[in-house]
């Protein structure tokens, strides 16, 4: 440096402007690297959003298929009931004709007295 003030003051400012572009330059880098070091933490929540993503439709297609599952279920066992209904209503039905007819042939079995035979016997 020289003793000349007016020498050391403009020797500053350039030596200050040069800093303030290496500081600038620096920020710039750092900006740089954090959005890189952005980017790779997005990709990295980016996939593991993608494997989450694919386990919960992995979990979706297994309960569509319990679903269709108990839904066959469902409807084999409807099918069945309604087919047990109707059988135990034939057997209802074919039991009290049963009975009908029983009760038919023991009406028919019991003797009915006579008109002829009892008018015979009022007239002797």
Known sequence: MTDNPTQACAFVPQES???GKKQ???IDKLQDENR???NVQTSEELQQMFTTVKLYQTKLVTIKKEMMQLYDRATKLKTRALKLQ???QKAALHRQQQRE???QRE???IA???SSCGEKGKSS
């Open 17 to 19: 402007s040069s800093d």
């Open 112 to 114: 009915k007295p006579s």
């Open 36 to 38: 890189r070091f952005n």
């Open 86 to 88: 109707q059988t135990k």
């Open 107 to 109: 009406t028919d079995l």
């Open 101 to 103: 007819l029983q009760l």
């Open 24 to 26: 600038t330059s620096l």
